[in-house]
């Protein structure tokens, strides 16, 4: 998947992925999600992925919500929890 977002390319072919989310509901269920974190050659960070209806990719159409997919730029200072986490886990 690839954006531009405020003139940033962001791109999961070329970034390296750092962890992925486990989904916790099947697709069927309109929460469902594949996310991961990813971080780009210059060092930046960001969420990709999709989901159903009622996740943080939610798309619209003239109905209303569907499925979707995105990319969310991240702030160091956004990442840095997790990053910590995981670190404790492994």
Do not use: C
């Amino acid at each position: 998947m690839k954006r531009i977002i405020e003139g940033k390319t962001y791109n999961t072919d070329t970034a390296t992925q750092i962890f992925k989310l486990e989904r916790t509901v099947p697709r069927s269920d309109w929460r469902w999600h594949d996310t991961a974190l990813y971080q780009t050659r210059g060092g930046v960070f960001f969420l990709a992925g999709e989901g159903g209806p009622l996740s943080m990719w939610a798309g619209m159409d003239k109905f209303g919500a569907t499925d979707g997919e995105g990319i969310k730029p991240l702030t160091e200072e956004e990442v840095q929890p997790s990053l910590k986490r995981r670190e404790k886990l492994t």
